[in-house]
Each structure stands twice: as structure tokens, then as C-alpha cells.
């Protein structure tokens, strides 16, 4: 879609790189207001919060690794490049 819409396969990476690197940095700014909000709690709600916030990071670390190990969408791997077969 980022291809046909952009007409050059470097723009579309580009862009592409660019909206996971911005989703990366609001998960961060969630992460501390989240923590933020909650700096007050009890020690007990603190620690809820952080094992939620890391079963958040988890769960989005372990899509990305299934996503390369299955070779979905044609993603994949290759000597510790992240490679896309078109």
C-alpha cells in the first residue's frame, strides 16, 4: 500500500520505519504517564501496573518475533537483518 501510494520502495521503508519509531516513542510517553499517575499508590497497585506495562511490552515483542519466525507476510531474518521478499 505504502508502495503503490508513495511510487518508490525506499520512500515506503521510510515511512514505514518513521510510523513504527513514532508508535515506539507513545507507548514510552504512556508508559511514564502511566507511571506518573500511579507514583503515589501503594507498593502493591505500583507493582500491578509495572507487570502490566511489561506483559504490554512482551506481548508486542513476541508478535514481532513470531511474525519473523513464521515468516508471515513474507518477513524474515536473514544474518540479523530484518528482510521482506517481494
Do not use: P
Amino acid at each position: 500500500m505504502y508502495l503503490y501510494k508513495v511510487g518508490g520502495l525506499q520512500t515506503a521503508v521510510n515511512m514505514v520505519v518513521h510510523f513504527l519509531v513514532g508508535e515506539i516513542q507513545a507507548m514510552d510517553e504512556a508508559v511514564l504517564s502511566l507511571f506518573r499517575r500511579y507514583e503515589d499508590a501503594d507498593e502493591d497497585l505500583k507493582t500491578q501496573v509495572e507487570d502490566y506495562v511489561e506483559g504490554c511490552k512482551h506481548y508486542t515483542t513476541g508478535n514481532l518475533m513470531w511474525n519473523l519466525a513464521t515468516g508471515c507476510y513474507g518477513v524474515e531474518c536473514v544474518d540479523g537483518e530484518i528482510v521482506m521478499k517481494l
